[in-house]
Nanobody, 117 residues
């Protein structure tokens, strides 16, 4: 069983930066690690992800501002968020998929990011 634990959320001013981290426990191989976010009153939205062979993808609304990175040996994934905007305020959830052929989503507990002056 895989458990995901996020850290790094908090309050930041517009234009600032935050780094979120997610550590996956367990011995199972993880194919894709990434992030979703959910703002109040909205559906959960995919942000970015990275496969274990380095393929990365970003949502259009974060391209050029967010960078995802991954350490396969440690089973960790980071999300560096730059040029943050108030509309980036949300709970950010780490997720994992173990295989490209099995649609299984494993979730962390979420970490709050608030962008406000």
């Amino acid at each position: 069983q895989v458990q995901l634990v996020e850290s790094g959320g908090g309050l930041v001013q517009p234009g600032g930066s935050l780094r979120l981290s997610c550590a996956a426990s367990g011995t199972i191989t993880i194919w894709r690690l990434g992030w979703y976010r959910q703002a109040p009153g909205e559906q959960r939205k995919w942000v970015a992800s990275m496969t274990n062979d380095g393929n990365t993808n970003y949502g259009e609304f974060v391209k050029g501002r967010f960078t995802i990175s991954r350490d396969n040996a440690k089973n960790t994934v980071d999300l560096l968020m730059n040029s943050l905007k108030p509309e980036d305020t949300a709970v950010y959830y780490c997720y994992a998929r173990t295989s490209p052929t099995i649609v299984n989503f494993l979730w962390g507990q979420g970490t709050q990011v608030t962008v406000s002056s």
